[in-house]
């Protein structure tokens, strides 16, 4: 049936005003069921402390799990995973903390190391992995997520056989950023094994106002793990530059981002990230500025989860 001139643009007026009223709607606090998901230091920030240590740093601060680190420069070295990876995780579970998901540089089934590090994984019952990134040339974007889909469908196909679960992170400058163009790819395919690792601070710095709350309605509905962190814009001599921060401090609107969360129901990890500078004149006072800070940036954390969520099992 065609429609008249005046119609479809009436249908769409209206269709707009839903998906307004709908983002809005998550501004109003949605207590329902409790938190019952791991709050996870990633491990970033303490690449130096050994495994155990780690995980006793992180219970003294009041998380629940580890996102480590298994990538070049990370708490487990891609080549040594068969061997460190259980090491690792056995040192954490025995402090009491879980694991339940890594962070790795996997963009390609064809990597050497992806068959090791996920069926490793697998075996130790972590759930979900964290995958890498590809990037725009900026030559031909369609093309360029073309080569990157094909890839990441894979790389995802291997993860499935291990039965490990993968969630694609949204970085800025990176595919993915704007959320839209992956979504492309993850929506066809298996949503028990492929979704999104949705990190609202990147989703702010590409998706300004409104944009990234039309991101984080989209990836609800398949979101697997969340990143927490924050940032503001700083001018500087040589133009505008996002700047990371502690939480509450930025530009996230962590009401809204967390009532979201609650309001779809969402039970996954959350990976706290430290990405801003925390200084020390030692070594070892750098260490307790930056547990410091991660105790800091939890308690906000929480704070906004029991806001939203009723409480934190």
């Known amino acids: 049936m065609e429609l008249s001139r005046r119609d479809f643009f009436g249908r769409c007026s209206a269709a707009a005003c839903a998906v307004s009223l709908n983002i809005s709607e998550l501004s109003v606090s949605h207590p329902g069921a409790d ?7 990633f491990s970033k920030p303490l690449p130096d402390i050994g495994w155990r240590r780690l995980a006793q740093a992180a219970k003294n601060v009041g998380f629940g799990g580890i996102d480590l680190t298994v990538r070049e420069g990370g708490h487990v070295r891609p080549e040594r995973a068969a061997e460190d990876l259980p090491k690792a995780v056995e040192a954490i579970r025995e402090e009491g903390l879980d694991v339940p998901m890594i962070t790795t540089e996997l963009t390609s089934a064809n990597d050497p190391a992806a068959r090791v ?18 990037q725009y040339k900026m030559v031909n974007v369609r093309r360029e997520l073309e080569v990157a889909a094909s890839q990441f469908r894979g790389l995802v196909s291997l993860s499935k056989q291990y039965r490990i679960q993968a969630g694609y992170h949204n970085h800025e400058e990176y595919i993915g ?17 492929t979704g999104f690792y949705f990190d609202a601070r990147h989703a702010v710095a590409e998706g300004g106002v409104g944009g990234w709350k039309i991101a984080t309605n989209l990836v609800m509905p398949r979101l697997k793990m969340v990143a927490a962190k924050d940032f503001w814009w700083e001018k500087t001599q040589t133009g505008w530059a996002a700047k990371n921060c502690p939480l509450g401090e930025g530009m996230v609107d962590w009401k809204y981002f967390v009532n979201a969360l609650a309001a779809g129901g969402f039970q996954g990890p959350i990976s706290l990230h430290l990405e801003y500078d925390v200084a020390g004149e030692t070594s070892a006072a750098r260490e307790k500025n930056i547990l410091a800070a991660l105790h800091r940036d939890l308690q906000f954390l929480k704070t906004r989860l029991r806001e939203s969520y009723g409480a934190i099992a």
């Open 35 to 41: 938190y019952t998901g791991t709050l996870c230091l």
């Open 117 to 134: 590090i996920l069926s490793t994984a697998a075996k130790l019952s972590i759930p979900f992995f964290k995958p890498g990134y590809y």
């Open 177 to 193: 950023a704007p959320v839209w163009d992956m979504a492309s790819v993850i929506d066809t395919l298996d949503p028990k094994w």
